[in-house]
């Protein structure tokens, strides 16, 4: 069938939550993705921040398929030794003590707020605890992780959500300060807003957060689903900011393709769960950890973290250039291969220009450009990806000034 009446069809069956682009995606080769007719591309987007290795890592392919002849599921009623493995990995690279896993981002958030609460009611014996989240976060689409979602288009139709969430500024501690009283349970943020436009946590910001949390015995809650997993440069973003959460959450790059998420606490908080409190029929199964537990193997292997450094530095520096040589780009922000470049002409028209010249952008709140690609990006793909783009900004760019 041709690719126009294909999409056609698909239109017909799956639900219309997405404005998806006219591509029909089959296969991945490293940095690159071809669909169905061949057509080949630059892949920057890596699956929203999910594809950190890249496409087609042997090792990690031979791992999943070696766990498929051997076992998929088994329930949370007995133990498996993948569980067990990605636990211990993701322990020692977070800095916590316990580990849930989930099959989400938005299921990790979930499980966070709970055991926030659990925490809160065993403390005051009472179920009347409030959260502060902060304006232009994104912590998922179900309930409870829609509720601290800081964007109210997003929540605006589906209530009543979880109740007694009050937004703060991020990046504005009075703001946090006033919203903060003996019923708060938590405070929850990205230590790297992602969805709401790449804005990285001012280090004073974040430091004074935690001082608050602690002197007040409220919880932090920090959400890594987009920022860790060596996005920034570290295992975690938290982590260069000399502190720590007492509840964070993980999954995207977690898994790298494989549905798989977290969420992970320090003994104290984590002690507050009981049997019975928390439960998820696939939630760490056998396949989904074994992926975990060999994505934190090829981290360490490939030393990722340093390569992320390295090559987020030279993105920096590509696109700073570009910044300057455009005057429709307003501003550049991020950290590691986590970057966005604001716009003042609309970003949809440059990433689908992008598109057709063979280079997947996404885009992010705010007008941004969003820059995530797999984290074994090279230079030489940054380049790449630069000669496409400064095409598109310069076809755009004449297009305002027309
Ligand atoms: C993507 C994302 C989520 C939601 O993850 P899903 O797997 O899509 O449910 C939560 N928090 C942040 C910061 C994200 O970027």
């Not at 989240?133 to 964007?151: D, P, Q, Y």
């Not at 820059?371 to 380049?383: A, G, Q, R």
Request: aromatic share 10%.
């Amino acid at each position: 069938m041709e690719k126009k009446a294909w999409i056609a069809e698909a239109d017909k069956v799956l639900m219309h939550t997405y404005n998806r682009y006219p591509m029909v995606l089959d296969r991945g080769e490293g940095m690159y993705l071809y669909e169905t007719d061949g057509t080949k591309y630059l892949d920057f987007a890596a699956g929203i921040a999910v594809f950190a290795l890249g496409y087609g890592n042997r090792e990690y392919n031979e791992a999943l398929k070696a766990q498929v002849d051997k076992l998929l599921h088994t329930s949370n009623y007995y133990y498996n030794e993948p569980a067990y493995e990605a636990a211990k990995a993701l322990c020692e690279a977070s800095g916590m003590d316990r580990v849930f896993f989930t099959n989400s981002g938005t299921e990790a958030m979930e499980g966070a707020l709970k055991l926030a609460r659990k925490y809160y009611y065993n403390k005051r014996g009472a179920a009347d605890s409030e959260i502060v989240a902060m304006e232009h976060s994104f912590h998922g689409r179900s309930m409870g992780a829609l509720a601290v979602t800081g964007t109210k288009k997003y929540r605006e139709a589906f209530g009543p959500l979880i109740g007694q969430v009050r937004f703060a500024r991020f990046n504005d501690l009075e703001s946090v300060r006033s919203l903060v009283n003996e019923k708060t349970a938590a405070v929850v943020m990205e230590a790297v807003q992602g969805e709401g436009g790449i804005y990285p946590a001012e280090p004073e910001f974040l430091q004074e957060v935690r001082r608050l949390c602690t002197e007040k015995d409220i919880l932090l809650i920090l959400d890594e689903v987009q920022c860790g997993m060596g996005r920034t440069g570290t295992m975690f973003a938290y982590q260069q900011y000399g502190i720590e959460p007492d509840i964070m959450t993980s999954a995207k790059a977690l898994g790298c393709g494989v549905p798989v998420g977290a969420f992970a606490a320090k003994e104290n908080v984590a002690s507050a769960m009981v049997p019975g409190d928390h439960g998820s029929t696939y939630g760490g199964n056998p396949f989904a950890c074994s992926a975990v537990r060999t994505v934190f193997r090829l981290y360490e292997k490939l030393d990722l973290c340093s390569h992320v450094k390295t090559v987020g530095e030279y993105l920096w520096n590509v696109l700073e250039q570009i910044r300057q040589e455009f005057p429709i780009v307003t501003a550049h922000r991020g950290i590691g291969l986590m970057q966005g470049l604001e716009l003042s002409a609309p970003v949809g028209e440059v990433v689908s220009a992008c598109m057709k010249k063979g280079c997947i952008l996404i885009t992010a709140g705010g007008n941004v450009i969003r820059f995530v690609p797999p984290l074994v990006t090279e230079p030489c793909h940054v380049d790449e990806m630069a000669g496409i783009l400064r095409e598109a900004l310069s076809e755009v760019s004449a297009k305002t000034n027309e």
